[in-house]
T-cell receptor, first 118, second 115 residues
């Protein structure tokens, strides 16, 4: 497709369950980012992929959070043993190069997955 | 530390002009972005500034002063469809803990356009 897509659009789960969120970036974009948007908060960076490797995982809030990217394309964010504070909208973005030194590199966002942990 | 400040809410009238301010304090600077986000939708890219001055794009303009750590987004000839959240985001200088150009976001400004 033309843009970043994410699935599912909504996910309701029970506390303690594991969830997987999927992101399909724009074709040809080497960089992929995950952000989280909690109610009343700004977007919070989670993790950055360059190809299939993740040189920046500094935003992952705990070891319950992990992510992978395969084939330089699709990425999956996994949250184990979900907690109520994990409830948020999880947004994925992709950009052409991901090089911070490339001043014109713009991140394009998907519609997000709204996660609700009961 | 890193901090991005913008007003939480603003209200303006259809046809008018509104200016949304953003101030930032970050460890290094390599560009400032403005995004528009309608409720329940993806943030969409509006503008990018890396040098001081004004960038104009149709009804939208964005200004940057690096020495003051300040930017604003100017929306002219407001339309009802401009009611949305406007997000200011800063990209830090590459290297160190910023290998991939991650963005640091403000909390967003919720703009309501009234008839």
């Amino acid at each position: 497709g033309a843009g970043v897509s994410q699935s599912p659009s909504n996910k309701v789960t029970e506390k303690g369950k594991d969830v997987e969120l999927r992101c399909d970036p724009i074709s040809g974009h080497t960089a992929l980012y995950w952000y989280r948007q909690s109610l009343g908060q700004g977007l919070e960076f989670l993790i950055y992929f360059q190809g299939n490797s993740a040189p920046d995982k500094s935003g992952l809030p705990s070891d319950r959070f992990s992510a992978e990217r395969t084939g330089g394309s699709v990425s999956t964010l996994t949250i184990q043993r979900t907690q109520q504070e994990d409830s948020a909208v999880y947004l994925c973005a992709s950009s052409l190069t991901g090089l911070a030194g490339s001043s014109t590199d713009t991140q394009y966002f998907g519609p997000g997955t709204r996660l609700t942990v009961l | 530390g890193q901090n991005i400040d913008q007003p939480t809410e603003m209200t303006a009238t259809e046809g008018a002009i509104v200016q949304i301010n953003c101030t930032y304090q970050t460890s290094g600077f390599n560009g400032l972005f403005w995004y528009q986000q309608h409720a329940g939708e993806a943030p969409t890219f509006l503008s990018y500034n890396v040098l001081d001055g004004l960038e104009e794009k149709g009804r939208f303009s964005s200004f940057l002063s690096r020495s003051k750590g300040y930017s604003y987004l100017l929306l002219k000839e407001l339309q009802m469809k401009d009611s949305a959240s406007y997000l200011c985001a800063v990209r830090g200088r590459p290297g160190g803990d910023n290998q991939g150009g991650k963005l640091i976001f403000g909390q967003g400004t919720e703009l309501s356009v009234k008839p």
